[in-house]
């Protein structure tokens, strides 16, 4: 496994993050409502934000995109806004790959703390971060907020 970061001359690459930015969707909240929330543009222009003014990461395989996570920083949060990897490379620390990586690029931002929000119901995310050490700071009826301390 590889990981580098994409840039925006990429746009195939950009696409298929895209398209994965709505099946992260379709797990998460249903095939209904992750396929409508956003159309496949709004998603795109996405993850241009996200090369611009943060980091997309990229786990790739002799050129397959295996996963990826979206980073941003916002005030003193590094914010790992999606984590994405593909079902049939899972539970081979492909995330965790991608979320050490994440925490290396946070750190070069100085920010203090690191956070990411997702469903009520997402276990596997949930133990996914908690097992680096984020606890949950905030919770409504349906999202929460892990969050932990970045030791510079
Ligand atoms: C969450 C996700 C990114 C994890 O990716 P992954 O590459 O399989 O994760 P890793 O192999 O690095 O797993 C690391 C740890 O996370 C936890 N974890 C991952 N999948 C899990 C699962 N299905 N059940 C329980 N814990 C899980 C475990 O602690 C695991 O360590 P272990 O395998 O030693 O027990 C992946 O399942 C995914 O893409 N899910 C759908 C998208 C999604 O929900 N994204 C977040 C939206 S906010």
New binding site residues.
């Given amino acids: 496994m590889h990981l580098r970061h994409l840039t925006p001359g990429e746009p195939e690459i950009i696409l298929q993050v895209a398209s994965r930015m709505r ?3 379709v ?2 909240l249903g095939e209904e409502r992750g396929q409508s929330l956003y159309s496949l543009d709004w998603l795109r222009d996405r993850v241009l934000f996200h090369i611009e003014s943060g980091r997309v990461l990229l ?1 790739e395989d002799e050129g397959e995109l ?2 990826h ?1 979206m980073l941003r920083v916002e005030g003193e949060l590094g914010l ?8 049939e ?11 050490s990586a994440g925490e290396v690029w946070f750190k070069s931002r100085g920010v203090r703390h690191l956070a ?4 009520l119901g ?11 050490g984020f606890v949950v700071v905030h919770s409504t009826e349906q999202m929460l907020r892990l969050q932990k301390p970045l030791s510079l």
């Fill in positions: 099946s992260t969707l797990e998460v786990a295996l996963g996570c790992y806004a999606t984590s994405y990897v593909r079902p490379s899972r539970r081979s620390g492909v995330a965790q790959a991608l979320i990411t929000d997702t469903a997402n276990t596997k995310l949930i133990r996914l971060f908690e097992a680096r």
